[in-house]
């Protein structure tokens, strides 16, 4: 049974209370200031957007809440905000708010130098920006005219009170409660993280024995350079979903990214799962050791419904960390499809990153 806890009231109560602070500093610099927010993927960036909006703070005249793959796709989404000619200042001091999630998935400098000026811009014409981003936005205007947010994770009280929820359904665990608190506190109270823990959980049909080691256990000499955690010992995802292409859409992203190592692993390659969630830019670690040398390949995996293309952002992150580490390539593969933009990107650099989209997933899923 699958819990789409992200939706609840148990859970936007919990984020309300444990994101009090932003969502106040959010509120307080309503007639002053845009806001940058910053955090690593999974944070609670949308989440803490959202509740922002839903709480509809008393004084804006209108909230749009647009995401930054979908104003990437369609600039004429910013029009509205647009500086013209023909506008007229907001004379009656209530703006209007626009809400960008995820800006750092907008490449198109064009597009980017228009948010740029409405920084610049937006008080003089009666409106306000809010933009959240996963890493620090390059040009120095955007910091200049907009106030920072770092988001961290959330507190252990708010961390066992989300694992809490999910109490009941874990009746075949009852024994090891207390071990899996401990993983979900692991998790750096990373809210996407300890959701798709738990659904990976409550999604098992069969009690297994779980392995994990706590990080904490693991000495600097012992550590391999990525950690395998959170790996329930289960029937395989492959045979689970019966090597059905289709039943990719169902899986949580952590499933996604085991069904991705299954799959280099029926291939002869060694795979390790990153940590989750602070992995800096590589899900999978895929070893193929041969007479020629060992090839070391950093894959990306992305979960995302069949209509939201992967952007060149992914790419170019990969990219950049396979370079820093010196891996030998990079892959990506994604339940959707790419961009134009990241397919010429990878067209550059062949030889070092190849892209996978789903119908190449689906070949790769019925040929063993």
Same mark, same amino acid.
């Given at each position: 049974m699958k819990f789409d806890i992200a939706d609840s009231d148990e859970f936007k109560t919990i984020i309300l209370q444990n994101r009090a602070r932003e969502i106040h500093e959010l509120s307080q610099q309503r007639f002053w200031g845009h806001v940058i927010v910053y955090g690593e993927p999974g944070i609670g960036k949308t989440a803490l957007l959202e509740a922002f909006r839903d709480k509809n703070p008393v004084g804006y005249l209108g909230i749009t809440f647009l995401r930054g793959h979908e104003v990437e796709l369609n600039e004429s989404l910013l029009a509205p905000f647009l500086i013209s000619k023909l506008r007229r200042p907001n004379m009656n001091g209530f703006?209007? *708010?626009?809400?960008?999630?995820?800006? +750092?998935? @907008?490449?198109? $400098?064009?597009?980017?130098?228009?948010?740029? &000026?409405?920084? !610049?811009?937006?008080?003089?014409?009666?409106?306000?920006?809010?933009?959240?981003?996963?890493?620090?936005?390059?040009?120095?205007?955007?910091?200049?005219?907009?106030?920072?947010?770092?988001?961290?994770?959330?507190?252990?009280?708010?961390?066992?009170?989300?694992?809490?929820?999910?109490?009941?359904?874990?009746?075949?665990?009852?024994?090891?409660?207390?071990?899996?608190?401990?993983?979900?506190?692991?998790?750096?109270?990373?809210?996407?993280?300890?959701?798709?823990?738990?659904?990976?959980?409550?999604?098992?049909?069969?009690?297994?024995?779980?392995?994990?080691?706590?990080?904490?256990?693991?000495?600097?000499?012992?550590?391999?350079?990525?950690?395998?955690?959170?790996? *329930?010992?289960?029937?395989?995802?492959? +045979?689970? @979903?019966?090597? $059905?292409?289709?039943?990719?859409?169902?899986? &949580?992203?952590? !499933?996604?990214?085991?069904?991705?190592?299954?799959?280099?692993?029926?291939?002869?390659?060694?795979?390790?799962?990153?940590?989750?969630?602070?992995?800096?830019?590589?899900?999978?670690?895929?070893?193929?050791?041969?007479?020629?040398?060992?090839?070391?390949?950093?894959?990306?995996?992305?979960?995302?419904?069949?209509?939201?293309?992967?952007g060149v952002s992914v790419v170019n992150e990969l990219f950049g960390r396979l370079n820093a580490d010196r891996a030998t390539a990079g892959l990506v593969v994604t339940s959707s499809y790419f961009s134009p933009d990241a397919k010429v990107y990878q067209s550059k650099l062949q030889h070092q990153l190849s892209l996978i989209d789903f119908v190449k997933l689906s070949s790769m899923m019925e040929q063993l």
């Open positions: 703006p209007e *708010l626009l809400i960008i999630d995820d800006f +750092d998935q @907008i490449m198109s $400098k064009s597009i980017r130098e228009k948010v740029a &000026t409405m920084l !610049q811009e937006g008080r003089k014409w009666g409106y306000r920006v809010i933009l959240s981003a996963r890493k620090q936005i390059n040009e120095k205007v955007f910091e200049q005219y907009a106030s920072v947010i770092h988001l961290g994770g959330l507190n252990e009280k708010d961390t066992l009170m989300l694992f809490e929820l999910f109490e009941e359904q874990l009746g075949q665990y009852a024994e090891q409660l207390p071990h899996l608190r401990q993983m979900a506190l692991d998790l750096n109270g990373n809210p996407l993280a300890i959701l798709d823990f738990i659904h990976l959980l409550t999604e098992v049909e069969q009690k297994k024995p779980i392995i994990y080691q706590s990080p904490v256990l693991i000495t600097e000499s012992d550590r391999p350079g990525i950690i395998t955690d959170l790996r *329930l010992i289960n029937q395989r995802i492959l +045979d689970r @979903i019966g090597r $059905k292409p289709e039943a990719v859409r169902h899986l &949580t992203p952590r !499933q996604f990214e085991e069904l991705v190592a299954e799959l280099y692993e029926e291939r002869g390659y060694q795979v390790r799962l990153t940590q989750q969630t602070r992995d800096g830019g590589k899900d999978l670690i895929i070893m193929n050791r041969s007479d020629i040398g060992d090839f070391m390949i950093y894959a990306e995996c992305k979960h995302y419904a069949p209509d939201r293309p992967v």
